[in-house]
C-alpha cells in the first residue's frame, strides 16, 4: 500500500507548514489517474497523525476526473482510466489533469491572545 508513504509525506509537509500550530482541516486534491486511493489515504491519515499537531484534523479529498487532449482533433475528452479513445476515432491523447495530488488547505487553530 504506497498510500501509507504518501501520506506520511502530507503529515510531514502539513506539519512543516502549521509552524506548532494544531491543525484543524487538511484539504487534499487527488486525481482520479493518479493511483492513490482516498479511502486507503483517509485510513493511513488517522494513523500518520496520531501523536502530532494534525491529531483530530479533519481530512477533506478532492477527486479530480481525468482529462486529456487529442492530438489529432483538440478535443477535450473526460477520462476514467489512464487511456481512452476521443470521438473521432484517435487514441493518441496527452493527459492534462487527473494524475494529480495536492495539499490545496490547511486550516490551523487560531489562538486568541
Do not use: Y
Not at 478535443?75 to 494524475?99: R, W, Y
Amino acid at each position: 500500500m504506497h498510500e501509507l508513504g504518501i501520506t506520511q509525506n502530507i503529515v510531514s509537509i502539513v506539519k512543516e507548514h502549521a509552524k506548532d500550530k494544531k491543525v484543524e482541516r487538511v484539504l487534499l486534491e487527488i486525481g482520479k489517474l493518479s493511483a492513490i486511493m482516498p479511502d486507503a489515504v483517509h485510513f493511513c491519515f488517522d494513523v500518520c497523525s496520531q501523536g502530532t499537531i494534525l491529531e483530530k484534523a479533519k481530512l477533506e479529498i478532492i477527486e479530480t476526473p481525468g482529462l486529456a487532449v487529442c492530438r489529432q482533433c483538440g478535443a477535450k475528452i473526460v477520462l476514467e482510466k489512464p487511456f481512452g479513445k476521443c470521438n473521432c476515432g484517435s487514441t493518441q491523447l496527452d493527459l492534462i489533469a487527473g494524475d494529480e495530488l495536492k495539499i490545496k488547505e490547511i486550516e490551523v487553530e487560531e489562538l486568541c491572545v
